[in-house]
């Protein structure tokens, strides 16, 4: 993967060649629950899986990493009906069958930040008729099933995910993923013109303004595992980083000098400064992987997971200069990926909105 990693950048191409071997591997099935013949991994082992993707190739990585947070939460119980559930388990394990959800779209943004979808499953006799436009959609080119974010035609509308498989007649991909990074995940725009799918595909749907009560748990088990994975990856390309950094360190010996850059204590001091923010990485990730946080707790590790992976490979830069931003070097490659860990929810301003009204609520009356 990381041999081709280069050229997966420069053209954009999706990483078919990556998930056909991790499919012959048996590692898309490795979260799926093993009373259906999945892996039923850890999360501390899903993330050394995506850590590794990530160090060579992050864009096969992040597609990967959307499919086991699938899983994971197909584990917990009631989440899905059981037929569906045990549909797309199934199809994991004999055809490394991937998911990925369909959420974004043009005029309502994420929808994190509230607001109902303008794709619209609408209920007849047989089934259900999706119409919509969906954007970012993370590895659209070798999905199987799409869990559309959708609202229903009924009143008040049902409000949820339904389950379209990618076959379906009807389903449109508009080639529009030009990304300054993660180039190969194929986030394309996705077209839903009357795309009909069973009423039992309904997976995940409720009343507007009647929502099953929050299960707090479940939420703190599910922003775990968004952190765990999802931050692995960014912080996976800064390890790349600064692994090209030190052996262009040791083997550059400017004619000032006469010997290797990596020898000077300056360069030694910020080197030391990189491994300092790994050093916290590696401690926020072991505790995500462990289940350890609040929901809250877990939106702040991972802003600061994937901003100290974002210095990491700035600093790199500033270390290597006009080298590190040479085509022909990884580190640029490096630096635009990593760039794109800002995007994933919880950004920032939610991550810290939320701990900061924590905060400053507890001791209210």
Not at 199 to 211: D, T
Not at 237 to 253: K, P
Request: proline content about 6%.
């Amino acid at each position: 993967m990381a041999e081709n990693a280069e050229q997966t950048d420069r053209t954009g191409a999706f990483p078919h060649q990556n998930l056909a071997w991790l499919r012959q591997q048996g590692l898309l099935s490795l979260a799926t629950a093993s009373h259906y013949g999945g892996g039923g991994a850890s999360l501390p082992a899903l993330q050394a899986v995506i850590r590794a993707i990530a160090l060579a190739e992050p864009s096969t990585a992040l597609i990967v990493c959307m499919h086991y947070l699938h899983h994971l939460r197909l584990r917990q119980p009631a989440n899905w009906p059981a037929s569906l559930v045990r549909q797309v388990s199934e199809t994991a394990v004999t055809e490394g069958a991937l998911i990925n959800s369909l959420r974004v779209e043009p005029e309502l943004g994420s929808p994190a930040r509230g607001g109902l979808p303008q794709t619209l499953a609408r209920r007849t006799a047989t089934g259900w008729v999706l119409n919509g436009h969906k954007l970012y959609t993370t590895g659209i080119e070798g999905l199987h099933w799409l869990a559309v974010w959708a609202r229903s035609d009924d009143e008040p509308p049902l409000v949820g995910s339904w389950l379209v498989p990618k076959s379906a007649p009807g389903i449109r991909i508009i080639p529009s993923w030009d990304h300054l990074g993660m180039r190969g995940t194929g986030s394309h725009e996705v077209i839903l013109k009357e795309v009909t799918v069973p009423l039992s595909y309904a997976a995940a749907v409720s009343p507007l303004g009647h929502q099953p009560p929050a299960d707090d748990r479940a939420a703190a088990l599910s922003a775990n595992a968004n952190t765990a994975l999802l931050a692995a990856i960014y912080d996976g390309i800064a390890r790349a980083a600064t692994d090209w950094l030190a052996g262009w360190l040791q083997q550059r010996i400017p004619s000032g000098t006469g010997k290797p850059l990596a020898t000077l204590p300056r360069i030694q001091e910020q080197t030391g400064e990189m491994e300092s923010l790994l050093l916290v990485n590696s401690t926020l990730l072991e505790r995500a992987a462990a289940e350890g946080f609040t929901t809250v707790g877990a939106g702040l590790a991972k802003n600061t997971i994937t901003d100290n992976a974002i210095t990491v490979v700035d600093l790199a830069l500033r270390l290597s200069g006009n080298y590190g931003l040479t085509r022909r070097n990884p580190l640029e490659r490096h630096y635009r990926n990593v760039l794109c860990g800002r995007v994933h929810t919880p950004q920032q301003d939610s991550a810290w909105l939320s701990a900061g009204r924590q905060r400053l609520e507890a001791g209210l009356p």
